[in-house]
C-alpha cells in the first residue's frame, strides 16, 4: 500500500533542493523509489510528482521509460542488472547469466514468483577490471564465476546480508 501523503511530503522536501527541472525530478524519483517496496513508479505517484513539480506528466514518464533504474510496472525487491557489454561477455559473462537464470528461473524482464528477483540487462557498469560484472540493487559484484553468483542469490534468498 502506498502511503500518497508521505510520496507528498518527500516531493515537498525535494523541492527545497535548487535543482534544474530534469534533475529535481530524477532526484525526487529516486527518493520515492528508495520508499515503494515493488521498485516502481506507479501512475498516482507519477501524477503526484507531476502536480508537485509543475513538470508536464508526459515528462515524468519520459523520464521514467528513458532511465532503466526507473519502471512503471512492479519488479522485485532486488533488481539484478548483468552487465552484457563485451569486456564482460569474453570473461565467461554468458556462463554467469546461465548460472543466474538456472538459480531464480526466470528470463530477463522478468521477475521471480516470491518478487524478490528482477533480471536485467545492462550495458557495461564501469567495472570491466574486475569483469564479469553484475550489480545487484546499489550495490557492485565483480570477479565472479557461477559458483560465486548462485552463492550471493542463496546468500539474498536466506535473508543475509551480502
Ligand atoms: S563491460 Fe562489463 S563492466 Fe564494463
Known amino acids: 500500500m502506498i502511503d500518497l501523503k508521505e510520496i507528498k511530503e518527500i516531493v515537498q522536501e525535494t523541492k527545497k ?3 534544474e527541472e530534469q534533475d529535481i525530478l530524477i532526484y525526487t524519483l529516486h527518493k520515492i523509489l528508495d520508499k515503494i517496496e515493488n521498485n516502481y513508479i506507479p501512475d498516482e505517484v507519477a501524477k503526484i510528482v507531476s502536480e508537485e513539480l509543475k513538470i508536464p506528466l508526459s515528462k515524468v514518464y519520459e523520464v521514467l521509460t528513458f532511465y532503466t533504474m526507473f519502471s512503471t510496472k512492479p519488479r522485485g525487491k532486488y533488481i539484478i542488472r548483468v552487465c ?6 569474453v570473461v565467461n559473462g554468458r556462463e554467469i547469466i546461465q548460472a543466474i537464470k538456472e538459480e531464480l528461473k526466470i528470463d530477463f524482464g522478468q521477475t521471480t514468483n516470491d518478487g524478490l528477483f528482477t533480471l536485467e540487462e545492462s550495458s557495461c557498469l564501469g567495472l570491466c577490471g574486475v569483469s564479469p560484472v553484475i550489480m545487484i540493487n546499489q550495490d557492485y559484484f565483480g570477479d565472479l564465476t557461477p559458483e560465486k553468483v548462485k552463492e550471493i542469490l542463496r546468500k539474498i534468498k536466506g535473508g543475509e546480508k551480502i
Open 17 to 19: 533542493e535548487a535543482l
Open 84 to 89: 552484457t557489454s563485451l569486456p564482460c561477455h
